[in-house]
Nanobody, 125 residues
Framework: QVQLVESGGGLVQAGGSLRLSCAAS????????MGWFRQRPGKEREFVIS????????SYADSVKGRFTISRDNAKNTMYLQMNSLEPEDTAIYYC??????????????????WGQGTQVTVSS
């Protein structure tokens, strides 16, 4: 498995932006599908966005399309989540996750076997 550490969370006003980072170590980062999930207060963890090993393929939850962008730098073993036009409903703990490419492309949480500890994002109204 790859070890993952998120950073970049914090408090931001509605309409603002944040960029989260996910630093990876361990097995070859460039062979992992990567994704971001979030857990909003009182709700189950949910899929947000994902990216293929080469960065060409992405998937987005409808709630973040047009506002969130995912990217990765395999040379730096890092994935990024750029969040723009943030809304109070985006308040959540954000987790980065990795899925060994052999498992195929899926946004299902069960397909991801490496997880970070999470970073809190709070959007004030």
């Amino acid at each position: 498995q790859v070890q993952l550490v998120e950073s970049g969370g914090g408090l931001v006003q509605a309409g603002g932006s944040l960029r989260l980072s996910c630093a990876a170590s361990g097995r070859t980062f460039s062979m992992y599908n990567m994704g971001w999930f979030r857990q909003r207060p009182g709700k189950e963890r949910e899929f947000v966005i994902s990216i293929s090993p080469n960065g060409i393929r992405t998937s987005y939850a409808d709630s973040v399309k047009g506002r969130f962008t995912i990217s990765r730098d395999n040379a730096k073993n890092t994935m990024y989540l750029q969040m723009n036009s943030l809304e109070p409903e985006d308040t959540a703990i954000y987790y980065c996750a990795g899925s060994w490419y052999i498992k195929g492309w899926s946004i299902q949480e069960t397909n991801f076997d490496s997880w970070g500890q999470g970073t809190q994002v709070t959007v004030s109204s």
